[in-house]
C-alpha cells in the first residue's frame, strides 16, 4: 500500500440530518473504497459548515478565525483531496457554503483535487453544479473533476432507477476524484509551517495566524 491520503469533506447543510450530509458521506465513502481499490488507504474528515457559522460570520467581520475554525481550515487546505456538497438556494450554492469559501486564502485550493455534489427539492436546479459551482472552483483554480453529483429528493426515494442513476453517479465522480488523487504526491506528510507548502496544498500562514490579514 502506498502512503496513505487524507480526504477532507464539507458539507453545508443546514438541518439535522440532511440530504446533504447524506450525499456528502455516500461520496467520501465511494472515495475512499476507490482509493482502495488503487492500493491507496485513505482518512475521512468531514465537517458540517452548520456548526461552524457564527465562526464563519466572525471571521468575515473581524478577519480572526477562532480556534475550530482554524483547525477546520487547516485540515481542509491541506488535505489530498476535498470533497463538498451544497444545497442549492435561488438557483446557486448557499450563503454559507459561500461564506466558508471566502474565508480560506484565495490560493489555497489551488491545483487541489474537488469532487463536487450538490442537492435540491428538483432536478431542475441541477445545472447549478456547472453554471455557479464549478466557475467558483475554476477560479480558485483547484483541479474540480469533471462528474459533479447532484442529488433531488426523487433520488433518495424507492423509485429504483432514481437511486441507480445517483448511485452510478456517485461512483462515476468517486472513481475520478481516486485517480486524480492517485496521480498527485501525497500531501499528508507536508510541514503546515513550511511556507513553500502553502502551494503545495498545506497551510497558509495567515490562516495559521487565525486571519490577521484578513479578506
Known amino acids: 500500500m502506498s502512503a496513505a491520503r487524507r480526504v477532507a469533506v ?11 450530509r447524506m450525499l456528502a458521506d455516500r461520496l467520501s465513502a465511494a472515495v475512499v473504497k476507490h482509493l482502495d481499490e488503487r492500493g491507496i488507504t485513505a482518512t475521512v474528515d468531514t465537517f458540517e459548515l452548520r456548526d461552524a457559522a457564527h465562526d464563519i ?6 478577519g480572526f478565525a477562532g480556534a475550530e475554525l482554524e483547525s477546520m481550515i487547516n485540515t481542509v487546505v491541506s488535505a ?6 451544497t444545497p442549492i438556494f435561488s438557483t446557486s450554492y448557499s450563503g454559507l457554503f459561500k461564506s466558508f469559501i471566502d474565508v480560506l486564502d484565495k490560493d489555497a485550493l489551488i491545483g487541489k483535487p474537488v469532487l463536487i455534489g450538490a442537492t435540491a427539492g428538483t432536478p431542475r436546479h ?10 467558483l472552483f475554476a477560479y480558485l483554480h483547484a483541479d474540480a473533476v469533471s462528474t459533479g453529483v447532484f442529488a433531488a429528493s426523487d433520488d433518495w426515494g424507492s423509485a429504483g432507477d432514481q437511486v441507480a442513476t445517483l448511485g452510478e453517479r456517485i461512483e462515476k465522480g468517486a472513481a475520478e476524484l481516486a485517480d486524480a488523487v492517485a496521480r498527485r504526491e501525497p500531501a499528508s506528510n507536508s510541514d503546515p509551517f513550511d511556507p513553500e507548502n502553502y502551494l503545495r496544498g498545506g497551510s497558509s500562514f495567515d490562516h495559521l495566524l487565525g486571519g490577521f490579514a484578513g479578506n
Open 10 to 20: 464539507v458539507a453545508a447543510g443546514l438541518s439535522t440530518p440532511s440530504s446533504t
Open 57 to 62: 460570520t466572525n471571521n468575515m467581520l473581524t
Open 126 to 135: 441541477s445545472l447549478a453544479i456547472d453554471y455557479a459551482i464549478r466557475p
Open 80 to 85: 489530498d483531496a476535498l470533497i463538498v456538497v
